[in-house]
């Protein structure tokens, strides 16, 4: 604050608010959505009224979670917010507003924004890929996912160079589609950057290719007697009870197996969304 020049301004309680309102002022928009605010007394809105609006104003988006139940509308702070339904319609959203069913409004207002944007992402090469960055990353499934205490979901990706990445608790359902992936499938990932230890926060990924997943069906039979062989271990090949001749893992009988997953864009669902992350009802229009 001290080294403000030629700069007018004045501070509330800690005085962050003035990073925003810089940023603001200096935001030139490539894309931009817009978000009535209506501000009352007391906090209250009908579920009912809210999943009406969201099925019949078209143009709205991020308004209820049908599978977990969720206004998404609603702020949990304690604030004179009553709700607020982002859009990419002005007139669309005074509408909506209408619809929704709600406590007393003494006042609202209709916001520029860059919500819903995905202007706070970078493509990026693992290696240069630093914490708290927004991020774009291709890469390979390196390590296949596993669940870690608290329910998080954990795999990697590498382009050369490795980073984990992460569909915590909080995704919900969208920790079943990272579960399905396999080493070898190509993706991108979206998301925030956790510092310690560095992994790519998900808000969505794109499946680019699927690998080709094979399953065992039979061991192989020697060639001198004609008996199933036994394994020797993990990835130690085989060999017949009978006269010892040794066969390799590949020597046994596969077939491939399909994949739940298809080509395409996942997100998260609307109760894990960031504000910033752009859902595919946008990203795909």
């Avoid at 009352?40 to 009224?49: M, Q």
């Avoid at 990932?189 to 926060?201: L, Q, S, W």
């Avoid at 009870?241 to 066969?247: E, L, N, Q, V």
């Amino acid at each position: 604050k001290k080294e403000a020049k030629n700069c007018i301004y004045k501070t509330y309680k800690n005085g962050r608010g003035i990073i925003g309102s810089i940023a603001a002022i200096a935001w030139k928009p490539y894309d931009r959505t817009y978000e009535i605010i209506a501000y009352g007394k007391e906090k209250w809105v009908d579920e009912e009224s809210v999943i009406k609006m969201d099925k019949e104003c078209k143009t709205c988006f991020d308004n209820y979670d049908y599978k977990n139940k969720h206004i998404a509308i609603m702020p949990h702070a304690n604030s004179p917010v009553i709700y607020g339904i982002r859009g990419e319609n002005v007139e669309e959203l005074k509408k909506a507003m209408r619809m929704v069913v709600s406590s007393a409004i003494e006042r609202w207002i209709i916001f520029e924004t860059n919500q819903a944007t995905d202007e706070h992402l970078q493509k990026k090469k693992i290696k240069d890929v630093r914490p708290y960055e927004s991020v774009i990353v291709r890469g390979t499934v390196k390590k296949e996912p596993f669940v870690i205490k608290g329910g998080h979901v954990i795999f990697s990706i590498y382009d050369g160079d490795e980073i984990e990445c992460a569909a915590y608790e909080p995704t919900k359902q969208f920790r079943n589609v990272i579960k399905r992936l396999r080493k070898g499938d190509v993706i991108t990932v979206y998301g925030g950057v956790r510092e310690k230890p560095m992994t790519i926060n998900i808000e969505k990924i794109k499946i680019e290719k699927l690998a080709k997943v094979y399953k065992k069906i039979e061991n192989p039979r020697c060639l001198r007697c004609g008996k199933h062989m036994k394994s020797m271990g993990r990835e130690k090949g085989y060999r017949c009870p009978k006269c010892g001749t040794k066969a390799g893992e590949k020597d046994a009988k596969y077939v491939i197996v399909g994949r739940e997953l298809k080509q395409t864009f996942y997100e998260v669902p609307v109760v894990a969304r960031r504000h910033l992350a752009k859902p595919l009802k946008r990203l795909l229009a």
